[in-house]
């Protein structure tokens, strides 16, 4: 993941209702998805998106990434590997591709294997699912009645005296 100190926005605190409309959808926030094989991490470097402005959940119950199969197999993402996952329905056995997830309002990006899941066929409204190993480097505030939920980066290093 590449960090960089953003706030953004992923609650509906602005619309009327805000509280209910977090309840019923849930963190959400924008990201740009695809694999472009020449992206280099670092120096500011952003992937070419196949597809841009899905939503993505925010989910601290879940520990990786996650991408819609659907919406992978429609890309053309490469597979790259085969792993279980467990969730609800129990374990089962989920693609794992080759894929950049890019969240433009934090100015980060996830990339390597990341497994789909059925989310869309599953009634979601998520194209992915950004998990604790996204969340790890950030600092969630969520306001419930309000309907407010604001990630922070870090705080940047501080030079050495």
Known sequence: ILRRVMDAECGFHTEPN?????????????????FDPAFQPGNDAVPV??????????????????I???LATALGLPIVDQETVSGSA???????????????????TIWGR?????????GQTHAALLGRTFLQYLV????G?????????????????
């Open 140 to 143: 969630m505030h969520y306001d």
């Open 90 to 108: 129990g374990s089962h056995t989920v693609d794992v591709y080759l894929a950049q997830i890019h969240v433009p309002s934090l100015e980060q």
């Open 68 to 70: 819609d199969t659907a």
């Open 18 to 34: 805000g509280s209910d409309l977090l309840g019923l959808h849930r963190p959400t926030i924008l990201v740009d998805i695809g």
């Open 145 to 161: 009645p309000t309907g407010r939920v604001t990630l922070t980066g870090p705080e940047p290093p501080q030079p050495a005296a």
């Open 114 to 122: 990341i497994a789909g899941v059925n989310l869309i066929a599953g």
């Open 49 to 66: 998106a196949a597809i841009t402005n899905m939503p993505a959940l925010v989910d601290t119950g879940a520990s990786e990434t996650y």
